[in-house]
């Protein structure tokens, strides 16, 4: 999503991915890999989970393997574990060098501790200031409401005021019909429709829009394959 009246005077990549988990030295190795034949510039990460900041800058590092980092900044949202649960969750913001003004870092405006928002603003080399958001929504569908006109809306209102906002993730969440395909068909008593009414207020109140929906507005493609 990205908010309707605003534009990057320079075209740029953004991705947003769940990875489900990049724990596993071989799938994350694979996946950064790939994400460098990509050539994003951002890329907003749902699901990581990271355990801590440190062990996300670590992977970070390590990339696609051996001299084959992550050529720019990260930046990682990590769920607070508690005793003998295991770590889920976690997002992640990734930002190019190319789209970075020279001796200048990105500042986190909001992170949450549940793991599920993470909000960067950086400078870019055209002069351009812009804020990347990383969500990923509860697969619960009791807590989804509580989560958009709670944390989602906090990480919105903070922040120094860019130029534009873009924001990624899994929302585990349905806005429309034409959204939902499987498992029976569309349908209005899905779960995946708990939380619609407030994400579409959020939405409205700050002029965000489904970016692909509006430039695809009769097309259908999967954002889930098994």
Same mark, same amino acid.
């Given at each position: 999503?990205?908010?309707?009246? =605003?534009?990057?005077?320079?075209? %740029? ?5 769940? /990875? ?6 071989? !799938?994350? !190795?694979? %996946? ?9 510039? /951002? #890329? ?11 062990? +996300?800058?670590?992977? =970070? ?8 980092? $992550? ?15 295991? /770590?889920?969750?976690? *997002? ?7 789209? *970075? ?8 405006? &909001? ?6 928002? @993470?909000?960067?603003?950086? !400078?870019?080399? $055209?002069?351009?200031? @812009?804020?990347?958001? =990383? ?10 409401? &509580? %989560?958009?006109?709670?944390?989602? @809306? ?9 130029? +534009?906002?873009? #924001? ?33 207020? /959020?939405?409205?109140?700050?002029? @965000?829009?489904?970016? $692909? ?6 097309? !259908?493609?999967?954002?889930? &394959?098994?």
């Amino acid at each position: 999503m990205a908010q309707s009246g =605003a534009h990057a005077r320079r075209p %740029f990549r953004l991705g947003a991915i769940n /990875v489900n988990g990049l724990t596993d030295n071989s !799938k994350r !190795k694979g %996946f950064f890999a790939w994400l460098q034949q990509q050539h994003l510039d /951002v #890329v907003l990460l749902s699901e990581t989970h990271t355990s801590s900041d440190q062990q +996300g800058q670590q992977w =970070a590092q390590q990339g696609a393997g051996p001299g084959k980092p $992550w050529q720019g900044q990260a930046f990682w949202c990590h769920q607070v574990p508690e005793s003998g649960r295991r /770590v889920r969750a976690g *997002v992640a913001v990734l930002i190019a060098d190319t789209i *970075v003004a020279q001796g200048s870092d990105g500042v986190v405006d &909001y992170s949450s501790t549940t793991g599920r928002a @993470l909000r960067i603003s950086w !400078k870019t080399p $055209w002069g351009q200031r @812009l804020a990347a958001m =990383a969500v990923y929504a509860p697969a619960d569908a009791a807590a989804r409401p &509580y %989560f958009f006109s709670g944390e989602l @809306l906090d990480a919105l209102q903070t922040g120094d005021g860019p130029e +534009g906002v873009m #924001v990624g993730g899994d929302f585990n969440c349905c806005l429309s019909a034409a959204d939902e395909e499987g498992m029976g068909g569309s349908s209005r008593t899905s779960g995946r429709f708990t939380g619609s009414q407030d994400l579409h207020l /959020v939405c409205s109140s700050f002029d @965000l829009v489904d970016v $692909w929906r509006w430039s695809h507005p009769r097309a !259908k493609q999967s954002t889930h &394959y098994c």
